[in-house]
């Protein structure tokens, strides 16, 4: 997943405010000042919200760049987009979104002692999106498995 932080960057500056979106175990939670998001106390999120819920509890235009890698899949496609759309608000820049095309729903993870994400029932897979959910998206990175990319708030 070098390609993922090598990419992401190139645009993210260390003063940058950053959101992310079911950080998990923050693998990516490097970028700028980062605010984490998760519904699963476990990885200890900034910001504990059950996103099938609850909302995302920003104002517009509160973060530079918005992160949501390996986690739309994880909400049911209707949420999925209400979380999108309230993301689109709240970011002064750029989305970056990693998201699987093909489905599985993840309980290979869940249900590995070794994995970090074990035990966690958040962590199933939900949705299927496919690139006609990203049209309007930036690819910086699309294969038959994965669409790698972001949304630009300036075009």
């Known amino acids: 997943m070098n390609y993922i932080i090598e990419n992401i960057s190139r645009f993210i500056n260390k003063d940058d405010l950053v959101l992310d979106v079911g950080c998990g175990n923050k693998t990516y939670s490097i970028f700028g000042k980062t605010t984490t998001v998760d519904a699963w106390e476990k990885v200890n999120p900034d910001y504990l919200i059950d996103l099938e819920a609850d909302r995302l509890p920003f104002n517009e235009n509160s973060f530079d760049y918005i992160l949501m890698l390996d986690f739309i899949e994880h909400l049911d496609k209707a949420k999925g987009e209400i979380v999108l759309n309230d993301c689109k608000k709240i970011v002064k820049t750029k989305i970056f979104i990693l998201t699987p095309l093909v ?34 998206w930036e690819s910086i990175v699309t294969t038959p498995e994965f669409f790698f990319g972001y949304w630009d708030k300036h075009k």
């Open 103 to 136: 489905f599985n729903d993840n309980s290979i993870n869940v249900n590995n002692i070794s994995c970090w994400a074990y035990g966690n029932d958040y962590d199933y897979h939900k949705s299927l999106w496919t690139l006609n959910d990203f049209i309007s």
